[in-house]
């Protein structure tokens, strides 16, 4: 199970928010940013939480997974790494995302190139100390470039222009120092995604688990069973 932490042990407590009477609900989401199942379920988040605003507030976290973590910094074909790595599968995959991807409004693009994640998550956690919302439209900035513009996770450009868009200041000082924030990712790994075997992992107030990129309905039957 879950350790619940201390913002669990107060939520629990007080489980209205003090401010607007409404019943708290705090989301740890578990992510990679290469992950195309992490932003369907990142989008359809959104959807169910847009719906239910009038009944609840609610307070979404990012935490970082690496599905690949030796991937190489500098990057490779996005394409072919995939058909590398499914065979003769990787063009239904493809196939299936686009679709899916469709179904949002998007339109999947592979092109470009996939690689190391460790600087889009140390990112991510910068963001958070300027704000959970600034962080989570970072989340859906990074998505967006990568999974839709042929954009490249691993490019300091790309980090910091999405930072900008977001207002995340300092972002390209921060992510000069190769260390900053390192430490504060490993405690989240360890915190968050030591007991899990894929992304992307919601945990809802401490203790309602789901898995996968699920759709608005299924979000919305765990607000409501917490």
């Known amino acids: 199970m879950v350790k619940k932490d201390s913002r ?41 939480v847009a719906v239910s605003k009038d009944h609840y507030d609610f307070e979404i976290r990012w935490h970082p997974f690496f599905l690949n973590p030796s991937a190489p910094k500098e990057g490779v ?3 072919k790494f995939y058909e590398d790595k499914f065979g003769s599968r990787a063009e239904g995959i493809a196939a299936r995302m686009t679709e899916v991807f469709r179904g949002l409004g998007l339109e999947y693009n592979l092109s470009g190139l996939t690689g190391n994640t460790l600087d889009s998550h140390r990112l991510i956690y910068f963001a958070e ?21 042929g954009k490249y996770i691993g490019e300091r450009q790309f980090l910091v222009e999405s930072a900008r868009k977001v207002g995340v200041e300092g972002a390209a000082e921060f992510l000069e120092d190769p260390n900053n924030g390192l430490n504060e990712l490993k405690e989240e790994l360890e915190k968050y995604s030591t007991r899990i075997s894929g992304v992307p992992h919601y945990v809802i107030n401490g203790k309602h688990e789901l898995s996968g990129g699920q759709p608005p309905e299924v979000f919305l039957r765990a607000f409501q069973a917490n």
């Not at 401010?19 to 369907?40: A, E, H, M, R």
């Not at 919302?133 to 998505?143: F, I, R, S, T």
Request: charged share 25%; with cysteine.
């Open 8 to 48: 669990y042990i107060q939520s629990m407590a007080n489980s209205v928010s003090s401010n607007t009477g409404k019943k708290l609900i705090q989301i740890d989401v578990s992510s990679d940013t290469v992950c195309p199942w992490c932003f369907v379920g990142k989008r359809n988040l959104d959807k169910a």
């Open 129 to 149: 100390q300027q704000g959970l919302d600034k962080q989570h439209n970072l989340v859906d900035e990074l998505c967006l470039g990568y999974f839709t513009q």
């Open 77 to 79: 074909d996005k394409r």
